[in-house]
């Protein structure tokens, strides 16, 4: 009996469980680009790489979307240490390569990637003429829309692709994030309340008067 109970409960708790990961499921299968960044992140040995909000961006009120940046963490979750490491962003439709930085530094000036470490990844998009931090959204849509992030660590190289269904979708996350109405903070309100005003001179109904006619002479005399 004891035996039974067990493997009743171990079978109850497994259809918790799995009860409790279908609306993640459902999301991986509508979202197949969030199950590969989800697995990439649970890796548990070598480098595993975390992309959330892996692109850094600006707006102003009712203004235009800058995108500053592309950004991720990483973690040697290996027990050795990497002594080399390099890279760079790809754009998958003009070719054009943008260098990384690793904790804001240059790769080939660190020393490498010590064993259990989490660093930052970075890099910039700059338009040459303009004073505004990042690319118009516009622009990065047209010419980065789809690219590669490619990083060598010790002469092999680890590719990650980011399509544009994937870009599109952050880019619309963080307009919908950031528009006036998300971030009106709820305040308290009073009650409408309907007065009831008081009639003016205009509005009062008065009783018709009787106009006597008028009396030329003495008045006369009562007998």
């Given at each position: 009996m ?23 499921v ?34 102003s009120?009712?203004?235009?979307i ?81 690219f ?8 092999k ?22 528009s ?18 008081s ?25």
């Amino acid at each position: 009996m004891p035996e039974l109970l067990s493997i009743l409960g171990t079978s109850l708790k497994a259809l918790v469980a799995g009860w409790k990961a279908i609306p993640r499921v459902r999301a991986w299968i509508r979202d197949p680009h969030h199950l590969r960044r989800t697995l990439e992140q649970k890796k548990f040995w070598g480098l595993s790489w975390d992309f959330r909000g892996f692109l850094g961006m600006h707006c102003s009120s009712y203004g235009p979307i800058y995108v500053s940046c592309f950004q991720a963490a990483c973690t040697n979750k290996s027990k050795r240490n990497f002594a080399n490491i390099d890279g760079y962003l790809i754009s998958n439709i003009t070719g054009e390569k943008l260098a990384l930085t690793v904790e804001d530094w240059d790769p080939k000036e660190t020393n490498g990637i010590p064993a259990g470490c989490t660093f930052p990844v970075r890099v910039l998009f700059r338009h040459p003429t303009s004073v505004i931090e990042g690319l118009h959204e516009d622009e990065f849509m047209a010419n980065w829309s789809r690219f590669t992030l490619v990083f060598e660590v010790d002469g092999k190289l680890c590719k990650f692709r980011f399509g544009k269904r994937e870009v599109a979708k952050s880019v619309s996350r963080f307009r919908g994030e950031n528009s006036p109405a998300a971030n009106r903070a709820p305040t308290v309100t009073k009650k409408v309340q309907c007065e009831q005003s008081s009639p003016s001179n205009a509005d009062v109904v008065r009783p018709p008067v009787d106009i006597l006619p008028a009396h030329s002479g003495p008045p006369e005399e009562s007998a």
